[in-house]
């Protein structure tokens, strides 16, 4: 709900290179431009494994905040 993925970019490479690592059967992707890498740490941030995250942020901030 609400994730996005990076876009992808299909670069072509100049240097081929005969060995590949393994049986890698896809086509050498280059590195994320700089906002790719923006937009993947965004979507990151947005979507948590652990689904009481936001509640427990909040819970803590309002803890320690509100102290007296």
Request: hydrophobic share 35%; aromatic share 4%; no cysteine.
């Amino acid at each position: 709900m609400g994730r996005r993925t990076a876009p992808e970019s299909v670069v072509e490479p100049e240097v081929t290179v005969d060995n590949t690592n393994g049986d890698v059967p896809a086509e050498p992707r280059a590195p994320l431009t700089s906002a790719q890498r923006l937009a993947v740490s965004a979507s990151a941030a947005e979507t948590s494994s652990d689904p009481f995250a936001p509640d427990a942020k909040y819970f803590t901030e309002m803890r320690v905040l509100n102290r007296e």
